[in-house]
DNA sequence: GGAGATGTTTCAAG
DNA sequence: GCTTGAAACATCTC
């Protein structure tokens, strides 16, 4: 499920945890999920340290401590963050439980393509350089266009999956972009004019905030619910998965197939 | 039973 | 050395 919206809305589920003393630390070990991560230091550290401070960048969630340590979570395809009741008894996809007086915070992810990084002292790995945002002021027109050039080959769906190019942006969010930005997905990324390159640089920045604010409740006080009703009607995301879905410009169908080795819906009487 | 799923990593080929 | 594309990962749902 999680792409940028997502993420921040998740992390934001632990959020009544924090600033809590953590009294214990459960996890199921011989897992994927802590691949590299030191699970001996993590339960040691955390215990009677607190979160203090929620962090996300693109698919990444991280979370400083009270002594300054990191604890850093990557969702994957179905991770989820959740707070639970104290007494909350772990299910079998709850590979990581933390619990303060009030709270059990438990990060769940049943594909077990998900990660969980404990860094002592220091920021979380990865974190030290990390490209813009597509939100962010340094993601300029300019930026942009080098990334177009640099992947002059790929299609424009595959350049725009990558995290190092286009943090937070996953398969909806990219199908979502084109579709706004008038594109075909199949398109090599240098082929675009320069006001199609516009648009796209636009839309890119567009359905970022859209999925920050709408998605990832960014600009309320309340966590939104989290379901389809939310998204707007007029946005693609809302016609993509069913099947005999319509395209809301053009009334004609969608199209599904396969590009840049994920599945793509577009419109291709729209996108050109 | 089979196909496909909103992600990343790894590897081979160009 | 760089870019690109495909396969692998593990489990659930339709």
Redesign the pocket.
Known sequence: ???LG?VIYYAKRWSPGIGEPIGSVQLNEAK?IFRDCDTVALAKSLIGDSLCERRTHG?RIAFRTQRGDWLGL?L??TGRLRAEAPTYEPQ??DHLVLRTCSRALVFED????GRVHFSVGSEPEGWAALPPEPSDIAFTRAYFQAILE??????LK?VLLR?ECFPGV???MADEILWRARLRPNRP?SSLNRRQAGDCYTKVREVCQDARKVIGGEEQEELPGFHNDLIPESWLFRHR?RDGGTCPQTGKPLV?ETI????TCWSPAWQH
């Open positions: 499920m999680p792409e997502e994927r698919k990557h994957g395809m079998r996809h049943a594909r077990l393509f640099r992947h002059s080959k790929a299609p595959a995290q996953g398969n909806w990324a998965w599904r840049g080795g994920r599945t």
